[in-house]
């Protein structure tokens, strides 16, 4: 049970910390709750669209935790197997509500400028988070999978349901996307004559 037993550990041994948890030590699991919540809500943040739905994927994602803590392999970083159950738990939330009703085709899924790796570089990642935001959900979800999270397109497919050549559409589409995103919020960035070479490039 979550926040059950109050039994004692030793908060400075992470080992400790964790047995305790799965003992049903309710301060041990504050503990740990306290000292991964940011970075989980960040995680939880990134796949969602508001802080309502990111605080319902990490209540969920907490409670997967705790009630799986017994299978977490002491071996491996403990961030790691976080995380992994995090993005699994935003994607499953993202599945349930979000999928079928984004089908239909808009505006947004018209073709894009070629993407310019160096005019990325020249933005901060926070920058890029929150730009990434304003991509669609079901192109979004696949970009930060492949490029933040580091799945490969075989398992962003599985994750998500989808094939394989949908995962590598969404995600030119991502990255294009997230071009015009830039050049809209930090034109400074591109060179006057940019549009123009770019579209005729992808005319040949």
Not at 122 to 144: C, G, M, S
Request: with cysteine; net charge neutral; charged share 25%.
């Amino acid at each position: 049970m979550l926040f059950g037993k109050k039994i004692s550990f030793d908060a400075n041994d992470f080992d400790a910390v964790v047995s305790a948890c799965i003992a049903g030590n309710s301060q041990a699991q504050r503990h740990l709750y306290k000292q991964f919540f940011g970075y989980s809500k960040s995680i939880c943040l990134r796949y969602t669209s508001t802080t309502e739905e990111a605080e319902e994927v990490l209540n969920e994602g907490f409670l997967k935790v705790f009630n799986n803590l017994g299978k977490y392999d002491s071996t491996h970083p403990f961030k790691a197997w976080l995380r992994t159950i995090m993005v699994n738990t935003a994607i499953s939330y993202y599945r349930k509500h979000k999928k079928h009703s984004e089908d239909v085709i808009s505006l947004e899924d018209a073709p894009y400028p070629k993407f310019e790796e160096d005019v990325i570089s020249q933005i901060t990642a926070d920058e890029i988070l929150e730009l990434i935001q304003r991509i669609k959900p079901v192109y979004k979800n696949v970009f930060l999978l492949y490029v933040v999270d580091g799945y490969n397109h075989r398992e962003i497919a599985d994750l998500l349901q989808i094939n394989e050549a949908t995962v590598r559409s969404h995600y030119v589409r991502a990255r294009a996307r997230l071009q015009h995103l830039i050049k809209q919020y930090y034109p400074n960035l591109f060179p006057s004559d940019w549009a123009v070479k770019t579209f005729r490039g992808n005319e040949n």
